[in-house]
């Protein structure tokens, strides 16, 4: 009985430490401290802009008719500029299909299992494709009889971890599919139950299993 509840109680102290690297790496990864001396190249170029800014009102009053033209000119070229960045770039966007979902798995099954290696948890996640608009990530067996409350953070953390995986990964000039947010996410255990899945409208994780 008292092996049986030290064992219990590293699972829980696995799983908080893996839930706190997977938050800190996921969410922390994503804020970058502001760069002072880029700061100071927009003060610089605001302030020579103002200058500018006072000396074109002077040249405009003398040439409005010209500048007029110029207007009429430039919104023509830049309307048609518009036209064929916009063709160009829905040209250039790949279909998300089953190759691509798999790729995704994979790199969102790697980035998963590092970050809970960096912060020490021995237990391993499997991220499995299914078609083309869904991925199954398999968690080991005992998380099936967590609390609902830790099922529901878990859940929460990885579909965080999805979301910000799926943006750095489509940005790669490589992919770049036409699909503004990840798969649907579906938490499930070795045996096939399903712990937790993503709503129907995506972004947040409804609960399936309930263990009270």
Do not use: H
């Not at 990840?182 to 045996?191: A, E, H």
């Amino acid at each position: 009985m008292v092996v049986y509840q030290k064992n219990k109680d590293l699972r829980k102290k696995s799983l908080i430490g893996g839930l706190l690297a997977m938050i800190m790496f996921f969410t922390g990864a994503m804020i970058s401290p502001i760069d002072e001396s880029e700061s100071s190249v927009e003060t610089a170029k605001t302030e020579q802009t103002s200058k500018t800014s006072s000396t074109s009102k002077k040249k405009e009053k003398n040439s409005t008719k010209q500048s007029k033209k110029t207007s009429a000119t430039s919104s023509s070229k830049k309307k048609n500029a518009k036209t064929s960045s916009s063709t160009e770039t829905s040209s250039s966007s790949k279909t998300y299909d089953d190759a691509a979902n798999t790729a995704f798995a994979s790199e969102l099954n790697t980035k998963i299992n590092d970050v809970l290696r960096q912060g020490g948890v021995t237990d391993s996640f499997a991220v499995m494709p299914n078609g083309s608009s869904l991925i199954d990530v398999v968690v080991p067996q005992n998380y099936k009889y967590l609390p609902n409350s830790q099922i529901q953070q878990l859940a929460d953390t990885i579909l965080s971890a999805k979301e910000n995986c799926f943006k750095e990964w489509n940005a790669k000039p490589e992919n770049n599919y036409d699909q503004t947010y990840g798969p649907s996410l579906y938490i499930k255990s070795p045996d096939g139950t399903t712990l937790a899945k993503e709503s129907f409208w995506g972004g947040t994780m409804k609960r399936v299993i309930d263990n009270n």
